[in-house]
Structure formats: C-alpha cells, structure tokens
C-alpha cells in the first residue's frame, strides 16, 4: 500500500539543479514487500531447519543477497532435479509453474513457495481467463523466470508480447476473445504502449482486474522520474538479471538524465561518471538491501558528493506474511513466525493460494 506524499522537490528541472554537489536519494527504493517476505523465508528456514536449505533459482535477483545466503548455507539450484530426494526446497519469489510444484511432488521435496502473492495474483488471471477460453497476451520478457512460470499455468493459450514492436506480430484465434496481463517488474510507460499497439488491432482487448505492474515497481519509477531531470547522472543500484532494476535506469534516461548506469554495488562506479558533475541520482532496484545504497552514498561522499537530499515520491508500509508451510512449522515448534520489522511496517496476513 502507498500513501502520498509532500512534493519534496519544485517541478522545474532548472529549478532542481543547483551549484554545489549533491546527491538526490530517490524514496521509495530497495526491498519490496515480495522481496522482503522471500529472503527472510530461507534466513527463517535456515535458523529453523538448518544448512542446506535448497533454493530453486536465486530467491530475488541480487548478486549480494545470494551470496550472503549461499554462506549461510543456503544451495542454488536451477531445477528440483538437482535437490536430494526428500529434502526442503524454496520457490523463488518470481513464482513457478504447475510442472514445477509437480516435479517436485514426484521426489518427495519438502516445499517452502516463496512466491510474491502480487505473482500469484497474475498467476491466478492466466488460469481464470484460460478457463474461459481467452487467448492472453502476456506482455514480458521471454525467458524471465516470472513469465516462465506464468506461462506455465495456461501455455496453450498464452503468447509472450515481448516489446511495443512485437504488438505488431501477435496472432490470435479470436480477436473479441483476448486479454492482456503482464510480468509485474516492467517499465509501466512501455507496458501501457504495448497495451496501446496492441488495442489498436485488437479493439475488444481486455485489461486484466487491476494492475499486474507491482506496487512497488512504480513507485521505484515514479520517484526515479521525479529526481531525473535534476541529475546529471544518475545511479540504479541493482544486479544486471533484475529487470526492474534495469528498467529504472531506461527510465531515468527518459525522464531527463543527462546520463544513467546500473551498478551491482559502489566499487563498480567509474569515476568518470561524476566528472563534471553537480547532482548526482541514487535509487535501487526492488531486490536491492540498503546496504548497498549506503556504500554507494558513502563513496559518492569521498567524491565531494556529501550533500545528501530524499526525494520521496511515497510511503510504503505493505509487508506479507512469510509462506505458509514456513509459518505452520513455526508454529508448531513455538517459534516466532515474523522478525521483527524495525521500520514498523504492518505485516499482513497475505498468503498465495
């Protein structure tokens, strides 16, 4: 959930750029409620069960985040073929498809689903629409493990709209029988011009019940594009397999940065980029722990760019609870099934079904 916020910053590009060196700190940005919920389900089952705990396919796409688990002794795995009969696995946030959960089944795996219930939510459209015969257009990026597992709930009547451009190309049985749905971590300005093309050839499309495009993933882009046009650069901390993250640094250059690059943590900043620099833009991806942020602001700061300025766009305060295979067995042992949050975000009893 967001609440809207004061307008922290004048409208007025001209306005924001100032003579001094700066850092404008874009809020909201990091851990999404999903991400959140993910990573403390296999910290959680680590402390529970203890090492190894497998994970199908990195939890959340962060470089950082998998290795700090991996430690911890945590194991990686790309399918459940390569997990030992009989022992625990988790589903990534991005969600799996049905043959997955099946194969799974088939070698007795102890399962914890670790998909974000916001997945889940367009999980359950696919299957709703297929149902009722709809031919669904899954605007995304073939080969994300979210659409993998998307299009694994319906594959014989879903297609992948890659880009605006494949709008062009899509063919489908009936053209008064079709939807659109989407992954929940794209550009929402290039999702809705996919959505335009694609109403242009098929005017009886249907938009799904309500946004597939993440809470989160928004407010990320809408708080990126309210500090671009002060930037001269512009700084998306986040791993190169995170499409939001990636999607934050087109979005910048858009908005009006002069310039705009990823990075998986401070080391990799070049320093040419802030020469000739006066104002300098920081966010981070949605699977991104503040950490990181704070080592980039912190090497931004030996640079001269000490001056540190929140442009906050929203307040997010959602939190889901952790799955419920997790939470009975913590339960039952008497254990306390949340951490603690000592940003006092509400947690919610929110569960995929």
Not at 160 to 185: G, K, L, Y
């Amino acid at each position: 959930m967001t609440h809207a916020a004061p307008d922290p910053v004048d409208a007025h590009a001209d306005d924001l750029r100032a003579t001094r060196k700066r850092v404008l700190l874009a809020a909201p940005r990091g851990y999404c409620a999903g991400v959140d919920r993910a990573v403390v389900a296999v910290e959680k089952a680590l402390e529970h069960y203890g090492a190894p705990v497998y994970v199908r396919k990195e939890i959340v796409h962060n470089r950082h985040v998998v290795d700090t688990l991996a430690a911890r002794g945590a194991v990686f795995v790309d399918e459940t073929d390569q997990v030992p009969e009989g022992a625990r696995v988790v589903f990534s946030a991005h969600g799996v498809s049905p043959a997955v959960k099946a194969s799974a089944a088939a070698r007795n795996l102890q399962t914890i689903d670790a998909t974000c219930p916001l997945v889940t939510k367009v999980h359950k459209e696919a299957v709703r629409f297929a149902a009722d015969d709809f031919d669904i257009l899954l605007i995304g990026h073939d080969g994300h493990e979210e659409v993998e597992g998307t299009q694994g709930h319906a594959p014989e009547h879903i297609q992948v709209v890659n880009s605006p451009d494949d709008a062009d190309h899509v063919e489908v049985r009936d053209p008064e029988r079709v939807m659109w749905i989407s992954q929940t971590t794209l550009s929402v300005d290039e999702t809705m011009e996919t959505v335009r093309r694609l109403r242009e050839r098929f005017p009886h499309l249907q938009d799904p019940p309500s946004d597939d495009i993440c809470y989160a993933t928004q407010n990320r882009q809408v708080a990126v594009k309210k500090l671009a046009p002060a930037c001269d650069v512009v700084i998306t901390v986040g791993s190169a397999n995170s499409s939001n993250s990636v999607r934050l640094v087109e979005v910048a250059l858009d908005a009006g940065a002069r310039s705009s690059y990823r990075v998986d943590k401070a080391a990799e900043i070049d320093p040419a980029w802030l020469e000739g620099a006066t104002t300098v833009g920081v966010t981070s991806g949605a699977s991104v722990p503040e950490i990181l942020v704070a080592d980039v602001l912190a090497l931004l700061a030996v640079h001269g760019f000490a001056d540190v300025e929140e442009v906050r766009t929203a307040t997010e305060d959602l939190m889901f609870s952790l799955p419920r295979e997790l939470r009975a067995d913590l339960k039952a042992a008497g254990a306390p099934a949340d951490r603690p949050r000592p940003d006092g975000r509400r947690r919610l009893d929110v569960q995929p079904v």
